[in-house]
């Protein structure tokens, strides 16, 4: 017996006499009723009476039935909360049981009769629970009646009907602008297909700038670049062989100091392998690299792409699972990403443990590959210092995870790491260069610290480098540097007050804490346009 018949029939009897009391039914009930109401009772071969074995309660069975309401979850939205809904129709004694290998109700609902228990149950509660689901979607899909004609009071089910209905907004679209004239004149049959979105690329180079680029890597790239290389050159025959084998995965973790060259290096690895994988039998307007990194400032800077979360559709602060996408995006990632063989990731030390983990499920889940299959078959380089900025109140890419059996395959566990000790931008100056790498593992020493300081300079020096670039560590002396730069300035100012708009949960006493309630403008001829302040 499943919880959900429990409820049904049985109910806690709080009498310390245990003698037989109504349950909750009316005072006046017809002798016919109450007849067939006992004949139903003992027919389910239930025992009239319950003691807990962890307590003195006692249970009592129903004279009658009764009503159990419950709220079905999202299955888009909340897909773990729907299926361990669906599980309280299946038996179990401790709710641990309904986990399944992964630590989740899904792969629990997914196990062998499993599934098959909690239809057979469910069709006692629902027994026309399909149909009756099925019955608002045709009434929606009828074209005789619109979309919006529902019941206005109940809330929820609205709620669920609006998040259902497809969104024809586009996340980039801007408003009131039109289509570009050199683009407004291209015949439809050469723009791409409606069905496929595009993910922007960088510009290709050219054979002769990829090998000037490819001669330019050190030792330590080189190496990197020529494992990628190998596999790519592998992968590519494996296309044109009737009996193809299988190509061994690489997962490489590639880390270095500032200035180690890792994004020139991830320069020549997108361009060499989209340059392999553009030909036959391969669809060249599909991409077969993608660059991302885990935040915006990151991708736009570094590698001039998007984030992870906005490529593979990722919600942030997700937890343990990522919510499924609709049919409808999913099939429409699967075709964009069809030829997608190489997945690059820069700053990965931004990124937390559940980052990779999130990657691997919505590649998963577009692909439709099974879980020991760690990102879908597809290749993943990540680059980064974990010297270098941490995540934001998360757990780094390689800590454990708080579910145990997410750390018996952690997917940081599968990564190769290749080192770049060679300081690229400052190779010029070898004695600076060591230093660098010095204090950037901890290890610099007494002179390195002495040379540092025989650097120093006060703002009032005659000698000091009025025009160079500063750097603070807090807000305040950065103000302090913007209002004294501001005023030597000889040039009118122009004060701007600002008119402040924010939502009803936020307080006004934390938007005038945050905020600034102007800025101050100077012209500058040296800059030919506005020194700004606010």
């Keep these: 017996m499943c919880l959900a018949l429990f409820a049904l029939h049985d109910f806690k009897d709080y009498k310390s006499d245990f003698n037989e009391v109504s ?18 009772n003992h027919n389910t071969g239930l025992p009239d009476r319950i003691k807990l ?24 939205k909340e897909p773990e909360k729907y299926f361990h809904h669906l599980l309280m129709l299946f038996l179990w004694r401790n709710e641990q049981e309904l986990f399944g290998e992964d630590q989740t109700y899904i792969s629990k609902f997914y196990e062998p009769d499993v599934q098959e228990v909690v239809q057979r149950n469910k069709e006692i509660f629902e027994p026309d629970g399909d149909a009756i689901n099925e019955a608002p979607e045709s009434l929606r899909n009828f074209d005789g009646v619109p979309t919006h004609s529902y019941d206005p009071i109940n809330d929820q089910e609205n709620e669920d009907l609006r998040q259902s209905l497809p969104d ?27 069905g496929i979105s595009s993910y922007n690329q960088p510009l290709e180079i050219s054979d002769d700038d990829l090998r000037k680029t490819v001669r330019s890597l050190n030792n330590k790239q080189r190496y990197a670049y020529d494992v990628v290389l190998s596999w790519c050159r592998n992968k590519m025959a494996n296309l044109n062989i009737l009996k193809p ?40 307007e599909l991409p077969s690299v993608l660059l991302m990194a885990p935040t915006g400032v990151a991708a736009a800077i570094n590698i ?5 979360n906005t490529a593979l559709a990722i919600p942030r602060e997700c937890g343990n699972n990522v919510p499924a996408t609709s049919d409808q995006r999913r099939t429409q990632m699967r075709l964009s990403l069809a030829e997608l063989k190489l997945i690059i990731i820069d700053e990965i030390s931004m990124d937390s443990n559940m980052g990779l983990l999130h990657i691997h499920q919505r590649l998963k889940e577009i692909f439709v590959t099974p879980n020991s299959e760690l990102f879908a078959g597809i290749r993943v380089l990540v680059f980064g210092d974990f010297f270098q900025l941490p995540p934001i109140r998360s757990a780094t890419t390689f800590s454990n995870y708080k579910i145990d059996t997410f750390n018996l395959h952690h997917p940081w566990h599968v990564f190769k790491v290749a080192e770049l000790t060679q300081i690229m931008r400052q190779k010029d100056d070898l004695a600076f260069t060591q230093l660098l790498n010095r204090v950037h593992t901890a290890s610099h ?40 730069r501001l005023q030597q300035i000889q040039s009118p100012q122009y004060v701007l007050e600002a008119l402040d708009q924010f939502p009803p949960h936020v307080r006004k006493q934390d938007v005038e804490r945050v905020l600034s309630k102007e800025c101050c403008l100077k012209e500058d001829p040296k800059l030919e346009g506005l020194t700004l302040k606010s």
């Design 53 to 76: 074995a962890n307590s003195k309660e006692i249970m009592k069975c129903r004279k009658m039935k009764a009503v159990i309401r419950y709220h079905t979850p999202n299955k888009r």
């Design 304 to 308: 001039n792409r998007t984030t992870v």
């Design 168 to 194: 024809d907004s586009d996340e980039t679209e801007s408003f009131n602008e039109s289509l570009p004239q050199h683009l407004a004149s291209i015949p439809e049959s050469v723009q791409p297909p409606s």
């Design 445 to 484: 020493t007494d002179d390195d610290i002495k040379c540092i300081q025989s650097r120093t300079i006060t703002p009032d020096d005659e000698n000091y480098p009025s025009d160079a670039l500063n750097i603070f560590a807090e807000n305040a002396p950065v103000d302090e540097y913007n209002i004294d």
């Design 23 to 40: 349950d909750s039914q009316p005072e006046v009930l017809s002798d016919d009723f109450m007849e067939s109401q006992n004949i139903e």
């Design 245 to 284: 084998s299988k190509v061994d995965p690489i997962h490489v973790f590639v880390t270095g100091g500032g200035g180690a060259g890792k994004s020139h290096l991830i320069k020549a690895i997108y361009h060499t392998v989209t340059k392999t994988f553009r030909h036959a039998p391969m669809n060249p």
